[in-house]
């Protein structure tokens, strides 16, 4: 472990109410059969999933409608950065199933579900295609934009149609703001994906990293698409990625993906594959600096890596490292930084210990230079000396002490706190 460096808190008190909130198609049903239910009518089980408009259907809006209004009285953190200006922060879940691949849910209601539930940006990802189920038919790619459009409204809540490029071994990708989709007929394995990808205006990310076996090669770099490569998700559901396949002798995914070549901001997600989108308190979900509310905005955001996972709703965090905001490059390659730090929940949180732990490049687990003891509601400033010959990238990763991590690394390692959120990370000049 390296030098900790001396830090000091600016305190500033702030609360704000906010309004919180695996397949391939061979011809899907309207009434949003869902295909995991249609592998179980093999063995005799069939389940057919409520049309709009039927007694269920009517039933399932109800609840809905109850939970939106549970959600509309969370707390959470106020939308502006009490450290940077010029962006506004939105609550996003952008890993998302229906019924056209291997969800229970009907497409028509997810997009909707998920503005009930308080997030201000949303996508709808189901598979491309897997070895034993099936995924997007052109139809339902077709589809899912249609269902997309409808629901997007600029300025105020942003619906993007993206798929989950999947492989049983290598893993699964999510692909956004593309025009097409592909599956594993073109693109069987990594290089056919990247090839794939190199020329489409779109962004995409590592999913659930290290759950498959392969962990895409190894998380081998391609340099073509270094830019389109945006994001790895650190929460997926209700687990922390840090140390995925640790207890199976595997490293951990993040230092695995950074210490290859990727600069990949960090996200969480549900990847939601029942009917509830949205609304479950505890699993993964992104919180973006955006200019504006809309496509626009968010796929700029996205490419800046302006953004953080967490699996806390109404979370704010923003944090610059020398001034520059995270998912940025420091201009040099050593030197004491000084970093800031927002870090707010609103009222629920007020006053809640915290760690802030400052991760940098380890052989197979990240190092931890320093750990900064600090409360919601604060701005924290501290200051760690950095140096590239130690490796090229910083994250931040915010832990509650009183809880243990479900998959910790080593033993005696400080993340095996319990993850509240990561920053994308900084990459230090060569």
């Known amino acids: 472990m390296g030098d900790l460096g001396h830090h000091h808190d600016h305190i500033h008190g702030h609360s704000d109410p906010h309004q919180a909130a695996h397949g391939h198609d061979h011809g899907q049903s309207s009434s949003g059969t869902s295909r995991r239910a249609l592998l179980g009518a093999a063995g005799g089980l069939l389940f057919l999933a409520a049309a709009p408009g039927t007694a269920q259907a009517a039933t399932t809006r109800t609840a809905r409608d109850g939970r939106a209004l549970a959600a509309a009285t969370r707390s959470g953190a106020g939308r502006a950065s009490l450290i940077t200006q010029g962006t506004t922060l939105v609550h996003a879940d952008l890993h998302n199933h229906t019924a056209m691949s291997d969800g229970d849910g009907d497409p028509a209601l997810a997009f909707g579900s998920m503005r009930d539930a308080g997030l201000d940006v949303a996508a709808l990802t189901d598979h491309s295609g897997v070895f034993t189920i099936g995924g997007l038919s052109s139809s339902e790619w077709r589809r899912t934009a249609q269902l997309a459009d409808a629901a997007n409204v600029p300025g105020v809540y942003t619906a993007i149609r993206g798929f989950e490029w999947t492989h049983a071994l290598l893993g699964h990708a999510n692909v956004w703001f593309s025009d097409s989709h592909v599956d594993m007929s073109a693109a069987p394995g990594m290089s056919a994906f990247f090839d794939w990808l190199d020329?489409?205006?779109?962004?995409?990310?590592?999913?659930?990293?290290?759950?498959?076996?392969?962990?895409?090669?190894?998380?081998?770099?391609?340099?073509?698409?270094?830019?389109?490569?945006?994001?790895?998700?650190?929460?997926?559901?209700?687990?922390?990625?840090?140390?995925?396949?640790?207890?199976?002798?595997?490293?951990?995914?993040?230092?695995?993906?950074?210490?290859?070549?990727?600069?990949?901001?960090?996200?969480?997600?549900?990847?939601?594959?029942?009917?509830?989108?949205?609304?479950?308190?505890?699993?993964?979900?992104?919180?973006?600096?955006?200019?504006?509310?809309?496509?626009?905005?968010?796929?700029?955001?996205?490419?800046?890596?302006?953004?953080?996972?967490?699996?806390?709703?109404?979370?704010?965090?923003?944090?610059?490292?020398?001034?520059?905001?995270?998912?940025?490059?420091?201009?040099?390659?050593?030197?004491?930084?000084?970093?800031?730090?927002?870090?707010?929940?609103?009222?629920?949180?007020?006053?809640?210990?915290?760690?802030?732990?400052?991760?940098?490049?380890?052989?197979?687990?990240?190092?931890?230079?320093?750990?900064?003891?600090?409360?919601?509601?604060?701005?924290?400033?501290?200051?760690?000396?950095?140096?590239?010959?130690?490796?090229?990238w910083v994250v931040l990763r915010v832990s509650d002490p009183t809880q243990a991590n479900g998959s910790p690394g080593p033993a005696g390692h400080p993340c095996n706190d319990w993850g509240v959120a990561y920053s994308s990370p900084w990459w230090l000049q060569g």
Not at 273 to 287: A, C, L, M, N, Q
Not at 315 to 340: C, E, H, I, S
Not at 368 to 374: G, H, M, P
């Open 199 to 392: 020329d489409k205006d779109a962004v995409a990310g590592f999913n659930h990293p290290g759950r498959e076996e392969l962990r895409f090669n190894e998380f081998g770099y391609n340099a073509a698409v270094h830019d389109r490569m945006v994001s790895l998700e650190m929460f997926n559901r209700t687990d922390d990625y840090l140390f995925e396949g640790w207890s199976s002798g595997k490293s951990s995914p993040l230092v695995a993906c950074l210490n290859a070549g990727w600069r990949t901001g960090l996200t969480g997600v549900t990847d939601e594959h029942g009917t509830d989108w949205g609304f479950p308190e505890g699993k993964g979900r992104s919180g973006l600096w955006v200019t504006e509310n809309t496509r626009a905005g968010v796929l700029e955001a996205m490419r800046a890596r302006r953004f953080f996972a967490t699996r806390v709703s109404g979370l704010r965090l923003d944090a610059t490292a020398a001034g520059v905001r995270m998912g940025g490059q420091l201009p040099f390659p050593a030197g004491d930084v000084t970093f800031q730090v927002d870090l707010d929940r609103g009222a629920e949180w007020a006053g809640r210990p915290l760690h802030i732990q400052v991760l940098r490049p380890g052989s197979r687990a990240p190092e931890v230079v320093d750990v900064i003891e600090t409360t919601s509601g604060r701005i924290t400033s501290f200051t760690v000396p950095l140096n590239s010959v130690d490796g090229a």
